[in-house]
C-alpha cells in the first residue's frame, strides 16, 4: 500500500531535550516536505526538499532542521525544542516538486507537545 | 505573495442539506487549486483539484470550479452526509514563486448531523 509514515504519532517532551521526528514513503517520491498546523493559521510548510540532499526552507523553518541522505526518508530534527514548537506536524511526499500537477501524499500527523 | 482565504468555520448542518464553503485567492502566474479534506485523527487527504481557469474538479459528490475572473474555488455538494464531517482546507501551488509548496487556507471545520 502506497502511505507516508510518522513515527511518533505523539510526543510529549520537555524544552531543550533534542527529538527526531521520522518519516518515511514507500512510493519512491523525490519531493518530501514537512509542514506544521496551528489552529487558526492553517498549515505552513517549514522544509522541503526535491531530491536526496538538496533541502530548502519553507515558510517557517527556525528551530528545525532535516535531512535527506536517503530518498525514502526525510527526518524533522528539533535541536532545543521550545514550547511554540507545540503542534501538529505533517510529512508530505509527491512524485515531483510540481505542485500544481502532483498530488502530494500526507503522513496521519505527530503531535508534539513541547513543556 | 501567494494566499488563500476561506469562509471561517464551523459550519454545521443537517444530513442532505447543501454545503458551500467559500474560498478566494490572491496568486502570481497560473496556480493550480486543491481542496483537501482531513478526517478526525487523519492526514490530509486530496479531495479534489483543477489546474487551470474555468475547469471543475470533482470527488465524491463535491465540485469546485476554477474562477479566474472572480479569483475563487468555491466547493460545493448538493447533500452532504455524516461521514462528510471533517476539515477542509483550500490550497493553491505551482505560482511564481510558489513552485514548491502548497499555500493552504486557514481550514474550514465542518459538521454534519442526522
Known amino acids: 500500500e502506497a502511505q507516508v509514515t510518522q513515527n511518533p504519532r505523539y510526543l510529549i517532551t520537555v524544552t531543550g531535550k533534542k527529538l527526531t521526528v521520522t518519516c518515511s514513503q514507500n512510493?519512491?517520491?523525490?519531493?518530501m516536505s514537512w509542514y506544521r498546523q496551528d489552529p487558526g493559521l492553517g498549515l505552513r510548510q517549514i522544509y522541503y526538499s526535491m531530491n536526496v540532499e538538496v533541502t530548502d526552507k519553507g515558510d517557517v523553518p527556525e528551530g528545525y532542521k532535516v535531512s535527506r541522505k536517503e530518498k525514502r526518508n526525510f527526518p524533522l530534527i528539533l535541536e532545543s525544542p521550545s514550547p511554540n514548537q507545540t503542534s501538529l506536524y505533517f510529512c508530505?511526499?509527491?512524485?515531483?516538486?510540481?505542485?500544481?500537477?502532483?498530488?502530494?501524499?500526507f503522513g496521519p500527523g505527530t503531535r508534539l507537545t513541547v513543556l | 505573495g501567494n494566499s488563500v482565504t476561506q469562509m471561517e468555520g464551523p459550519v454545521t448542518l443537517s444530513e442532505e442539506a447543501f454545503l458551500t464553503i467559500n474560498c478566494t485567492y490572491t496568486?502570481?502566474?497560473?496556480?493550480?487549486l486543491f481542496w483537501y479534506v482531513q478526517y478526525p485523527g487523519e492526514g490530509l487527504q486530496l479531495l479534489l483539484k483543477?489546474?487551470?481557469?474555468?475547469d471543475k474538479g470533482s470527488n465524491k459528490g463535491f465540485e469546485a470550479t476554477y474562477r479566474k475572473e472572480t479569483t475563487s474555488f468555491h466547493l460545493e455538494k448538493g447533500s452532504v452526509q455524516v461521514s462528510d464531517s471533517a476539515v477542509y482546507f483550500c490550497a493553491l501551488g505551482g505560482s511564481g514563486g510558489s513552485n514548491y509548496k502548497l499555500t493552504f487556507g486557514k481550514g474550514t471545520l465542518l459538521t454534519v448531523n442526522p
Open positions: 508530505a511526499s509527491s512524485r515531483s516538486g510540481t505542485l500544481n500537477t502532483d498530488t502530494q501524499y
Open positions: 512510493m519512491n517520491h523525490e519531493y
Open positions: 496568486a502570481t502566474g497560473y496556480p493550480s
Open positions: 483543477a489546474t487551470k481557469a474555468d
